[in-house]
């Protein structure tokens, strides 16, 4: 059935279609019978899963960058998701990059995308993520779902006060999300990669730990990485997570590496820049989970991100060391059955 589905939307832009495909799931979710039917199809099997002191119905989540604005929280808890992560989160809105900013590679089963961080401001989205948890305040399900908000700095603003971008937004979704992930790591605003740096983001956690740690309740921070940093990067990265106790990691964003793949290059050099993600970052976001994880034993949480499509793909993920995995391109491939097919496999 999403076979069809998908030669449909593959018709047309990938923005445009990523849109209208979640505004007609929207129309079929919007009464308790309609997403009951949606359950039905979607609906996966229980697999609880605790982490960070959360608990997950299951551990299959949504990676940030797909429901950028908390606008679709009902539509993917109703396709079964563990966790949605919304954003990445800015504290003033902007546009992003110019369009066309999203390009399918079919031959690769991967997508390229130079979004730019657009979303609606961190004001609107906690106004947003308000309403969502005064609308579900009541219900009695025993598995909420799991929300993360993904942080990160307007383009506009410099990279030594990258830190107060953050600080805005971690305030302003604090009392509204689940968990943090704070993201230095898109290769689609210019210089942010430079906060991958060890003393950078040794600024911006510790001073998002002292904000927390001030808070009624703490909510766990952690760190999305590049696949991209070299091997002293990332020992970088470990000696600083493991120095300042940060909770855990993403692992990881998206790749500026176009080798090995099957799509022409006259087709990428029309594409352009922009992170890749999808099959193609499979086995080096795996490697770079099981290297974390045996250099710490185990010590930083994991998130794994890059490549999922199937439930074996998820064990691989979780195998290497990762508690949690995260989907995305795999969604727009294999469609709105992919948590209950990953689920059923674990």
Known sequence: MYQLLRKFY???DPERAHYMAMRNLQLFTKTR???NLVRSFTEPPLKETHFLNLKFKNPVGLGAGFDKNAVFLNELEA????FV????????AQEGNGKPRLFRLPADKALINRMGFNNDGAEQIARRLEAW????AGSKNPYPLIIGGNIGKNKNTPNENAWQDYAICFNKLHHFVDYFV?????PNTPGLRELQDKEALRKILLNLEMINNGKAFAKPILLKIAPDL??????DVIALALEIKLD????SNTTIDRSHLQTPVTTLTEIGAGGLSGKPLQSRSTALIRYITEQTNHQIPIIGSGGIFTGLDAREKLDAGASLVQIWTGFIYEGPTIVKNICKDL
């Open 230 to 235: 070299t091997q002293s990067q990332v020992d």
């Open 248 to 251: 855990g990691l993403v692992v």
């Open 79 to 82: 396709l079964g998701f563990g």
């Open 182 to 186: 704070v993201n230095v790591s898109s």
């Open 10 to 12: 593959f018709n047309f």
């Open 133 to 136: 948890r005064e609308q579900t």
């Open 85 to 92: 992560e919304i954003g990445t989160v800015t504290p003033l």
């Open 33 to 35: 019978a309609g997403k």
